[in-house]
Nanobody, 125 residues
Framework: DVQLQASGGGLVQAGGSLRLSCAFS????????IGWFRQALGKEREAVSC????????YYADAVKGRFAISIDNAKETVYLQLNSLKPEDTAIYYC??????????????????WGQGTQVTVSS
């Protein structure tokens, strides 16, 4: 079955950078979508960035546009989320999620079937 494992979180000062990794396995073709979500304390889980493997189409939440970048390394079966110019409001647990899909993605967490464990990102001011 599909498995995901997120890593790369940590404590960083405002303005700093982190790179999150989501190692995945179990997909047998290129038809899947992977999303990065985050959940801050007391808030709902929200979509940060998504990518569709088959088309390369990407999504970024307005709050992270121009600062975060999503990419896939197919050989390593890993999706990366580069976090630059971090702000204290980026502090949250970050999760990666996946679903088999012929095309497209969703920003709705309930659309995704497979989830990795979270990785904590803390940005100090």
């Amino acid at each position: 079955d599909v498995q995901l494992q997120a890593s790369g979180g940590g404590l960083v000062q405002a303005g700093g950078s982190l790179r999150l990794s989501c190692a995945f396995s179990g997909f047998t073709d290129d038809h899947y979508a992977i999303g990065w979500f985050r959940q801050a304390l007391g808030k709902e889980r929200e979509a940060v960035s998504c990518i569709t493997r088959s088309t390369g189409r990407t999504y970024y939440a307005d709050a992270v546009k121009g600062r975060f970048a999503i990419s896939i390394d197919n050989a390593k079966e890993t999706v990366y989320l580069q976090l630059n110019s971090l702000k204290p409001e980026d502090t949250a647990i970050y999760y990666c999620a996946a679903r088999r899909a012929s095309r497209g993605y969703s920003t709705d967490p309930s659309w995704y079937v497979y989830w990795g464990q979270g990785t904590q990102v803390t940005v100090s001011s």
